[in-house]
């Protein structure tokens, strides 16, 4: 996805490396993101280049797919591979860069080791539809390496029938510095900001957590509460419900914001809210839990595998607005609670997020035989 920050995140670990990426679109948008923009024009170690239908072009290919089923891009994806023949193809996500992927190289009587790269929902959500469960399990028997942010994820590759190389779980975006992780921050106790997150509709579940901030008004009347990327629909309700309840309630669209940006609204949070029906770890779960943010994440993403519910964070369930209501008035009450949330969670982001990990397991994805730490899960 040549516009996301994810990819962007990942890409950028291999600034200072001799590698050559050849960026091959996979959703329709008309600019890169800036960070890949910057690179494919600068001058570094790493070499950056994009496929010169980027552009305007994305969006009727990708609409001719909608049709066809990813078969044209899928030619086109083909044609670059015998251009380029390049060491490996890796697709960031599945349903979108994976599926291409696994057309484009169908037909190819012999073609680069294919990495599959799970984001968010990849498998989890989408295994329920039989299309979707089909070519997921074609795309995976043609994989022989899979990275995965969660371990459920990778149980579930394995159920559907991959058989190659599991990478270690770890963040697709790779970590943060080392000088943000000891940045210090203000006691979680001491804040008066309640963090949600926007989206709304497939599987975001916003205006949930908006109806359970609306019950507790009169507990978060002295809070202030700011939603990052809310589409439409969510600031809509959020201005009734600021209308209705008097709340100070501010919101952002989709990308309007900079990570730097982001990171600072975590840090003067008291609490992050994240509800949707499906996720992968969540990369605001674990923004909060560096900032000392109290995490309260539904228990359809993979944030079990990070918190532990009740003590640094709670796992909710996006059907029980009840036992939301309840979790967050804690949240909300209980300094010792967040404070303490604070400091193991700070200790568990020093012990696996440190970007250097990340880095370690990234660069063992174009150089499989350097590493001595992968191992088949």
Same mark, same amino acid.
């Given at each position: 996805?040549?516009?996301?920050?994810?990819?962007?995140?990942?890409?950028?670990?291999?600034?200072?490396?001799?590698?050559? &990426?050849?960026? +091959? !679109?996979? $959703?329709?948008?008309?600019?890169?993101?800036? @960070?890949?923009?910057?690179?494919? %024009?600068?001058?570094?170690?790493?070499?950056?280049?994009?496929?010169?239908?980027?552009?305007?072009?994305?969006?009727?290919?990708?609409?001719?797919?909608?049709?066809?089923?990813?078969?044209?891009?899928?030619?086109?994806?083909?044609?670059?591979?015998?251009?380029?023949?390049?060491?490996?193809?890796?697709?960031?996500?599945?349903?979108?860069?994976?599926?291409?992927?696994?057309?484009?190289?169908?037909?190819?009587?012999?073609?680069?080791?294919?990495?599959?790269?799970?984001?968010?929902?990849?498998?989890?959500?989408?295994?329920?539809?039989?299309?979707?469960?089909?070519?997921?399990?074609?795309?995976?028997?043609?994989?022989?390496?899979?990275?995965?942010?969660?371990?459920?994820?990778?149980?579930?590759?394995?159920?559907?029938?991959?058989?190659?190389?599991? &990478?270690?779980? +770890? !963040?697709? $975006?790779?970590?943060?510095?080392?000088?943000? @992780?000891?940045?210090?921050?203000? %006691?979680?106790?001491?804040?008066?900001?309640?963090?949600?997150?926007?989206?709304?509709?497939?599987?975001?579940?916003?205006?949930?957590?908006?109806?359970?901030?609306?019950?507790?008004?009169?507990?978060?009347?002295?809070?202030?509460?700011?939603?990052?990327?809310?589409?439409?629909?969510?600031?809509?309700?959020?201005?009734?419900?600021?209308?209705?309840?008097?709340?100070?309630?501010?919101?952002?669209?989709?990308?309007?914001?900079?990570?730097?940006?982001?990171?600072?609204?975590?840090?003067?949070?008291?609490?992050?809210?994240?509800?949707?029906?499906?996720?992968?770890?969540?990369?605001?779960?674990?923004?909060?839990?560096?900032?000392?943010?109290?995490?309260?994440?539904?228990?359809?993403?993979?944030?079990?595998?990070?918190?532990?519910?009740?003590?640094?964070?709670?796992?909710?369930?996006?059907?029980?607005?009840?036992?939301?209501?309840?979790?967050?008035?804690?949240?909300?009450?209980?300094?010792?609670?967040?404070?303490?949330?604070?400091?193991?969670?700070?200790?568990?982001?020093?012990?696996?997020?440190?970007?250097?990990?990340?880095?370690?397991?990234?660069?063992?994805?174009?150089?499989?035989?350097?590493?001595?730490?992968?191992?088949?899960?």
């Amino acid at each position: 996805m040549a516009d996301s920050i994810h990819t962007a995140r990942w890409i950028g670990q291999f600034v200072d490396q001799p590698i050559d &990426f050849v960026l +091959f !679109p996979s $959703t329709p948008n008309r600019r890169l993101h800036p @960070l890949i923009a910057g690179w494919a %024009a600068g001058e570094q170690n790493m070499t950056v280049r994009v496929v010169p239908f980027a552009g305007a072009l994305s969006i009727p290919l990708w609409g001719l797919d909608l049709i066809f089923r990813d078969r044209v891009r899928g030619l086109l994806l083909r044609r670059v591979l015998r251009r380029v023949s390049p060491d490996y193809i890796h697709a960031l996500e599945l349903q979108h860069g994976g599926y291409i992927t696994s057309r484009a190289i169908d037909r190819l009587s012999k073609h680069p080791p294919f990495i599959a790269t799970n984001w968010g929902s990849d498998i989890f959500w989408f295994q329920q539809y039989p299309s979707h469960r089909r070519r997921l399990a074609h795309l995976l028997e043609q994989a022989a390496f899979y990275s995965a942010e969660c371990q459920r994820d990778v149980d579930l590759a394995r159920a559907l029938g991959f058989r190659g190389l599991a &990478f270690p779980v +770890f !963040p697709n $975006t790779g970590g943060f510095p080392r000088q943000v @992780l000891a940045r210090p921050t203000s %006691a979680p106790s001491t804040r008066h900001v309640i963090a949600v997150k926007g989206y709304q509709g497939w599987v975001g579940r916003a205006i949930i957590a908006l109806k359970v901030i609306e019950r507790l008004k009169d507990q978060l009347k002295d809070f202030r509460i700011v939603i990052f990327s809310a589409n439409l629909t969510t600031q809509r309700f959020a201005a009734g419900v600021a209308k209705r309840t008097g709340l100070d309630i501010s919101w952002h669209s989709k990308k309007s914001l900079s990570h730097d940006q982001m990171m600072d609204i975590f840090a003067s949070a008291r609490a992050y809210v994240g509800v949707s029906l499906s996720d992968g770890i969540s990369t605001s779960l674990l923004e909060s839990m560096v900032n000392g943010a109290f995490p309260l994440q539904t228990n359809t993403s993979c944030a079990s595998e990070w918190i532990t519910s009740g003590l640094s964070g709670f796992s909710i369930d996006p059907d029980d607005p009840d036992s939301l209501a309840e979790d967050l008035a804690r949240v909300v009450r209980d300094d010792a609670l967040v404070d303490a949330a604070a400091a193991i969670n700070a200790e568990t982001a020093r012990t696996r997020l440190d970007d250097r990990i990340g880095r370690s397991y990234a660069f063992a994805f174009y150089d499989l035989s350097s590493s001595s730490d992968i191992s088949s899960a």
